[in-house]
């Protein structure tokens, strides 16, 4: 993902990129970052160490990292993309509380097709919610094979979102084995598939009495992630200190 940001951001005149930060101890440290995004050389090696003078980060990497990078945008005054999936409490906490003093985005997907579709999945709830025999909502997300946390955290948002249009209760259940006896209609179903390199596909199913609804949205490739994050930076520009979304940088809100 950090290859495909400095990739399009080089290729975008509204970007300069004043650094490509990686830990210490990966191997390619000191080689030039447009070179391991496989463009021209910028002139800009990867490295572990923080510029000063810089606009906005744009963080793709891993949860045990983003404790540092907050810290660093919070010293420098700087806006934030957070693009990193898989946090904890305690870190989504942390986020909220850097947001007092700085303008942060962060969304579990950065593809504007999987916000878009995110919205589209709340008008169909709020208006299939109360017809006779129920809706059942099941979510099917598939991912590369060396994706580390499950359900993704796009899935899980997309659930979060489509409970916002149902009645207090609402379960979320994480998938099923043995004699688990009838589906209750209060609950909502999450299914995780690993498999290969596929990069991102959710499919949310509307099951009613008769018939049925299926929204799928799927990345062929990581540039819309690398895109939305980018379209952020630029959003992020000039706002005000606070915890910003993608509904928010597409006007969704």
Known sequence: MGRRVV?????????????????????HQGEDAGSLAGI????????????????????????????????????AKVPL????TGLSDSQKSSLAKAAESLPIVWAPSMSMAVNLSMKVAQQITEK?????????IE???????????????TALKFGELIAEKLADGTKHVHGREGHTG???????????????????EHTIVFGM???????????????????????????????GNGL???????GLS
């Open 182 to 200: 009838e589906r209750t209609q209060n609950e909502i179903g999450y299914h995780a598939v690993r498999v290969g390199d596929n990069p991102g």
């Open 40 to 75: 021209n050389p910028l002139n800009q090696t990867l490295v572990s160490q923080w510029p000063t003078a810089i606009d906005a980060v744009v963080d793709f990497s891993l949860p045990q990292a983003i404790d540092d990078c907050i810290a660093k945008c919070l010293f």
């Open 7 to 27: 990739a399009l951001a080089a290729a975008d005149p509204d970007f300069q990129i004043a650094a490509a930060i990686d830990h210490a101890d990966n191997p």
């Open 139 to 153: 979510i099917i997300e598939r991912h590369h094979r060396y994706k580390a946390d499950a359900p993704s955290g």
């Open 244 to 250: 910003y979304n993608m509904f928010d940088v597409l």
């Open 209 to 239: 009495l008769g018939e049925k609804i299926e929204l799928n949205v799927a990345a062929s490739n990581r540039d819309c992630y690398a895109s939305g994050a980018l379209a952020a930076a630029k959003w992020l520009q000039g706002k």
């Open 81 to 84: 993309v957070v693009a990193t």
């Open 128 to 136: 299939m919610a109360g017809i006779a025999g129920g809706v059942d």
